[in-house]
Nanobody, 125 residues
């Protein structure tokens, strides 16, 4: 079992930045590929970014490419999402997620089996 706790959400003006953190516990963190998703009211859960076990591989959703960066620190059991040049359309609850052990990071929510409780990000114009 892997427990995930997100932090770092909040309210920011358009053009601003936030860094989300997701602290993991329970199993060997470096064995799990990680992902970030978001969900706005009335919309489906959207893939934001994914990162491999080592951090050497990353993938991003089209709407955030060039603005968001996912990274991880396996020594701290934490994955990060640096969000720059934020837009009102980025307003959502952001979730981190972990795949099965030794799984592959990808864009499909069904590939992730462990989820955090989410953190709210609100971007005002």
């Amino acid at each position: 079992q892997v427990q995930l706790v997100e932090s770092g959400g909040g309210q920011v003006q358009a053009g601003g930045s936030l860094r989300l953190s997701c602290a993991a516990s329970g199993r060997t963190f470096s064995n799990y590929a990680m992902g970030w998703f978001r969900q706005a009211p009335g919309k489906e859960r959207e893939f934001v970014g994914g990162i491999s076990w080592s951090g050497g591989g990353t993938i991003y959703g089209n709407s955030v490419k060039g603005r968001f960066t996912i990274s991880r620190d396996n020594a701290k059991n934490t994955v990060y999402l640096q969000m720059n040049n934020l837009k009102p359309a980025d307003t959502a609850v952001y979730y981190c997620a972990a795949t099965i052990e030794y799984g592959t990071y990808n864009m499909v929510p069904q590939a992730y089996v462990y989820w955090g409780q989410g953190t709210q990000v609100t971007v005002s114009s």
